[in-house]
């Protein structure tokens, strides 16, 4: 084996030597790279579960379809998209660490992707000009849920809403708190962090992790144990690409009542928008633990045909409607809820409702792998910790008007989100914190100028919300990646260039811990990306 792999490492250095002569990218440049990782992969797979028939490079006719399978931002779905050499299927553990092996061996960069909806497209697309080939985890959708344990184990590969509805499932009683969009993949989600509607009753899903598995830059299988503390806390929320590639997660499940409420409801200015959401600023984060009230602001055309903004509160309360009111009623009347707004179902229903489907979609869409819609989009994110006045709110309604299809979301926090310390997981913002925003810009014009336009707007907004958010640093969460936060070619200047998106997603301490496990578990800095930690 390990002649193997010097001859091997030899030849492929020798073929990177000659190609650096070549005074033409070739075809034949990149298929001679590609042959020989295949040729590797080949030999490094268990024999009894072949790779061969899992490869996919530009050549076949089926690589744009898998390649574009699991692209959930149409930002990165064009001709001009750098494209991956190879894409592995895998299907077994055993592929995956030859990958690794092979990757390393012929100097490759490695992607891993998941769902597919990291918001820079960094599971299947790079800024830096290396060739690079995917290793594609869908096929890893194992779900094993142990009701009487309360607990599941689930593999990367796995959608939320696949999760969610094996849970239900099994018990009416239990749910998983997790993210909001049924389409996102386990892999990428839970190691960045997840949030969803839950947050403010049982924290992350991070919090709620228990257990992993992942091969690490040696190809070597580790759970928890084996593992050990420091790199199972930093893939819980210190991103996976930086580590290793993970497998599997196990969750503890948590405890819903048999019946919880929604509703949604919509403000205008007219309706007092402005002073509903400067209340919100005060209220949202203190609110009972089990009221999940997210505000989320878009521009409309009102009957006129003017631009006006429109508030809409999407709610998740665990528990009855009688509660709800009464509770809403105290904490924020201002609101104006009202009986007929509330509508009680079961938990595994209220995910459905709360991806904004019609009341009495079958929760079988929750298997379904394709997202609703696909557009081009560009997010960013923020924290606020100071509440907003009416006056604040008036200037951002105007702000938001100079754009097309600007929307803000207000992620309330509080609840269990404060008692847990910001260095229990990487994910630093914790106590201190009344919301977690979104910026979000949608288009559907496949063409430079219109991506161009709707990327600044992104930019702009983020710009006029700068009073209004937290400093030193401005805080950012990892699963909302934003490349405009900092990048990292991994130059001389990596160290440098990563503390400033580092501090922005980790804080300082965190990200430190982060960079030490890092130099342990990945010294040749193997799995990374423009935004990875780096070693030191
Ligand atoms: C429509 C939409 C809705 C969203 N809603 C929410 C939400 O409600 N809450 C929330 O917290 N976030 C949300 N997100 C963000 C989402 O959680 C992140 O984009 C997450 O990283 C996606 O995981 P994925 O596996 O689908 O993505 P991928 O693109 O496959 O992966 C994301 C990143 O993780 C790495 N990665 C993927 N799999 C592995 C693995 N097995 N091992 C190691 N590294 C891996 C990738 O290389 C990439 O860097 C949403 C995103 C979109 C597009
Ligand atoms: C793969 O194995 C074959 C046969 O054992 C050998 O000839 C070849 O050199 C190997 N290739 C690589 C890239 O390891
Ligand atoms: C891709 O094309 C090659 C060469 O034609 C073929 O050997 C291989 O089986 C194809 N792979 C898949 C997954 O179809
Ligand atoms: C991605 O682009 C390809 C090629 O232009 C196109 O065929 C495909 O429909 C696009 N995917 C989506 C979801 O729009
Ligand atoms: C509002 O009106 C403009 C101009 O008439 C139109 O282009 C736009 O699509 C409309 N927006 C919405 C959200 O309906
Ligand atoms: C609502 O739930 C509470 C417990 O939180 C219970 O006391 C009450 O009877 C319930 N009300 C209705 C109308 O079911
Ligand atoms: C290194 O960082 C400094 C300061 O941020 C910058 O001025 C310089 O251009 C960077 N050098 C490289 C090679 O990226």
């Given at each position: ?186 892999g990428g989600h839970i190691s960045g962090g997840g949030y969803g509607n839950m947050m403010r009753k ?218 847990i310390s910001e260095f229990a997981k990487p994910f630093p913002h914790r106590s201190g914190n009344i ?102």
């Amino acid at each position: 084996m390990a002649i193997i792999s010097s001859f091997t490492s030899q030849i492929s250095g020798l073929i990177l030597l000659l190609l650096a002569f070549l005074p033409i990218q070739s075809s034949a440049t990149s298929s001679s790279i590609t042959d020989s990782l295949i040729q590797c992969l080949n030999n490094r797979s268990d024999p009894s579960f072949p790779i061969t028939g899992l490869l996919y490079t530009p050549g076949n006719s089926s690589f744009p379809s898998v390649l574009q399978t699991y692209i959930r931002n149409l930002r990165f779905n064009e001709s001009t998209t750098p494209k991956p050499i190879l894409i592995i299927a895998a299907k077994h553990v055993s592929h995956i660490q030859a990958a690794i092996v092979c990757g390393k061996e012929s100097r490759l960069l490695m992607k891993t992707r998941s769902g597919g909806h990291d918001l820079e497209g960094l599971s299947y697309v790079t800024n830096t000009n290396q060739p690079f080939f995917i290793v594609d985890m869908f096929s890893f959708k194992l779900i094993d849920v142990d009701i009487e344990e309360e607990t599941a184990w689930v593999q990367a590969g796995a959608t939320l809403g696949e999760v969610y509805y094996r849970i239900a499932e099994k018990s009416s009683t239990h749910g998983y708190p997790a993210g909001i969009c049924p389409s996102v993949g386990v892999g990428g989600h839970i190691s960045g962090g997840g949030y969803g509607n839950m947050m403010r009753k049982f924290g992350l899903s991070i919090d709620n992790v228990v257990d992993a598995q992942i091969i690490d830059s040696s190809g070597e299988l580790l759970n928890r144990k084996s593992m050990g503390e420091d790199l199972f806390w930093a893939i819980s929320g210190g991103g996976g690409v930086s580590f290793g590639v993970v497998l599997a997660y196990k969750f503890k499940l948590v405890r819903v009542p048999e019946v919880v409420t929604v509703f949604k409801i919509e403000r205008t200015p007219e309706q007092n928008l402005a002073t509903i959401a400067q209340r919100w600023t005060q209220v949202a984060d203190k609110l009972d633990d089990n009221i999940f009230l997210r505000m989320t602001l878009d521009v409309i055309n009102d009957t006129n045909g003017e631009k006006t903004v429109r508030g809409t509160f999407l709610t998740l309360y665990l528990g009855n409607s009688s509660d709800l009111l009464t509770l809403l009623n105290k904490d924020f009347p201002e609101l104006g809820l009202q009986t007929s707004d509330c509508i009680e179902m079961s938990w595994i229903e209220s995910v459905v409702y709360y991806y904004d489907l019609p009341i009495g979609t079958p929760t079988t869409m929750l298997l379904s792998p394709t997202p609703q819609t696909l557009v081009l989009f560009k997010s960013k994110s923020d924290y606020l910790k100071n509440p907003i006045s009416k006056q604040g709110f008036e200037f951002i309604f105007e702000r938001m008007k100079e754009f097309e299809n600007m929307l803000v979301d207000f992620n309330p926090y509080g609840g269990r989100m404060s008692e847990i310390s910001e260095f229990a997981k990487p994910f630093p913002h914790r106590s201190g914190n009344i919301a977690m925003m979104q910026y979000q810009v949608v288009w559907n014009e496949h063409d430079i100028d219109a991506t161009n336009r709707h990327m600044k707007y992104a930019r702009m907004m983020y710009d006029y919300m700068t009073p209004f958010v937290s400093k030193n640093p401005r805080e950012a969460f990892l699963n909302y990646r934003d490349l405009d936060i900092g990048v990292n070619n991994h130059g001389k200047n990596a160290s440098i260039e990563g503390m400033v998106y580092g501090h922005k997603y980790f804080k300082e301490t965190n990200y430190k811990r982060l960079t030490r496990v890092k130099a342990r578990v990945d010294p040749d800095n193997f799995f990374r990306n423009e935004q990875s930690i780096p070693t030191s």
